[in-house]
């Protein structure tokens, strides 16, 4: 779907300067083999409620467990490095099998910004991402993703020198540079609901972003699906994801793990405020 970015975002998530300034990719992954223009669960006859992340694999679905990410020696790209992360699943049989790419799907998530365009920071490239914030401080996913990072930390703190330069390795220095996926939002001493920032992958050619994302409708399945512009995934909007962990990005200044979103369902706009019709009889007053 295409899509005409504007030139600076509307409303940028706190801080989002800090994170792109010390990441530098230079190549955007393939979409997952399951992304082929329709949704990628199998079938969505109902919507779960907030029950947590879910690994998909062939046709499947399996509990996700962050313990089980396993995280590679980080490869050489041109501005920086990319530790790529794969998925140790256990099967029904008992064997165990290395999954790559790693793709989560979601339940339902609520965006505070919506579709998001912002510009690379001292870089002219534009981005573009889509929040999710957590509201309810006993989530699951929301605990999923805290315990994505702790187990991310606790790996590259057992493999110092692959990940951070030898004037700076500590376990201290890991957790100065580590961008954590939930981020603690505060402004002006007010403190906001935790949120994560999902990439969308795109590409750009003359002044035009290709939002390279399959976003259907509410009523979608998989046997009859219809496909909707990403920008209409607005402030407040719900929906649901099918995400891929696209890895940890090190540079000399940071440690950034990603999570880009492939798909998305829209379940509600963020205009609506409840119900408004007023039935019954109607108030006359006399003059």
Do not use: C
């Not at 230079?26 to 329709?38: F, I, L, M, Q, R």
């Not at 907030?50 to 962050?66: C, I, Q, S």
């Not at 004037?167 to 906001?192: A, I, Q």
């Not at 609901?193 to 390279?212: H, M, Y």
């Amino acid at each position: 779907m295409s899509k005409r970015a504007a030139p600076e975002p509307q409303e940028p998530t706190p801080k989002r300067e800090k994170l792109d300034e010390t990441v530098a990719t230079d190549e955007e992954p393939a979409s997952p083999s399951e992304v082929k223009g329709e949704p990628a669960s199998p079938s969505s006859p109902q919507i779960p409620l907030d029950t947590g992340l879910e690994l998909l694999f062939g046709k499947a679905k399996y509990a996700f467990d962050p313990t089980n990410l396993i995280v590679g020696t980080p490869r050489q790209l041109r501005n920086s490095k990319k530790a790529d992360i794969s998925y140790r699943l256990t099967l029904a049989n008992g064997t165990t099998k290395d999954v790559s790419p790693v793709i989560l799907q979601t339940p339902v998530l609520k965006t505070t910004f919506g579709f998001s365009t912002y510009r690379h920071v001292g870089g002219d490239r534009i981005k573009l991402s889509l929040d999710a914030r957590f509201s309810d401080p006993d989530s699951a996913v929301l605990a999923t993703l805290r315990a994505t990072d702790a187990h991310l930390v606790k790996v590259i703190k057992s493999r110092l020198d692959e990940f951070v330069s030898a004037k700076k390795r500590s376990p201290e220095m890991v957790n100065l540079m580590y961008n954590d996926l939930v981020r603690s939002n505060e402004k002006d001493g007010v403190v906001y609901d935790p949120s994560v920032s999902f990439k969308i992958a795109s590409s750009e050619e003359g002044g035009l972003v290709q939002a390279r994302i399959k976003v259907f409708t509410a009523d979608s399945t998989s046997g009859s699906f219809q496909e909707i512009e990403v920008g209409e995934i607005g402030k407040g909007a719900t929906y649901r994801g099918v995400v891929s962990v696209e890895g940890i990005y090190v540079t000399p200044q940071s440690l950034t793990p990603k999570l880009r979103i492939d798909q998305a369902q829209k379940l509600s706009d963020g205009t609506a405020t409840g119900f408004a019709f007023v039935d019954g009889p109607t108030t006359v007053v006399n003059a």
